[in-house]
């Protein structure tokens, strides 16, 4: 299983980024998926979440109203919207798979398979 994240960048507060995650090795459409972030110094966190059909979401309360998540079944990729970053947003994010495709977990020992992750900056 390779789950392949990018998108990844320096951006100025206020700016946009779209980070994708291109999954293989797993019946992907099966899967739930979920995007994590680590800042420096910080312990991994929970950004967001999509049931196997993209038909449930959940965000973490700090990007709430800011972030999308969706995914293409078809090309086996789960996408993070980002708009209105702030320096805050700092990290390396994580897409992570879940085979508990209908429950969208915040919680990180519920996934089973990790990305390699990809640098967020947000310049104040």
């Known amino acids: 299983v390779q789950l392949q994240a990018s998108g990844g960048g320096l951006v100025q507060t206020g700016g946009s980024l779209r980070l994708s995650c291109a999954a293989s090795?797993?019946?992907?459409?099966?899967?739930?998926m979920g995007w994590f972030r680590q800042a420096p110094g910080k312990e991994r966190e929970f950004v967001a979440a999509?049931?196997?059909?993209?038909?449930?979401?959940n965000f973490a309360d700090s990007v709430k109203g800011r972030f999308t998540i969706s995914r293409d079944n078809a090309k086996n990729t789960v996408y993070l919207q980002m708009n209105s970053l702030k320096p805050e947003d700092t990290a390396v994010y994580y897409c992570?798979?879940?085979?508990?495709?209908?429950?969208?977990?915040?919680?990180?020992?519920?996934?089973?398979?990790w990305g390699q992750g990809t640098l967020v900056t947000v310049s104040s």
């Open positions: 992570a798979a879940s085979r508990s495709g209908t429950v969208i977990s915040t919680l990180k020992y519920r996934y089973d398979y």
């Open positions: 090795g797993l019946t992907f459409r099966t899967y739930a």
């Open positions: 999509i049931t196997w059909s993209g038909s449930s979401t």
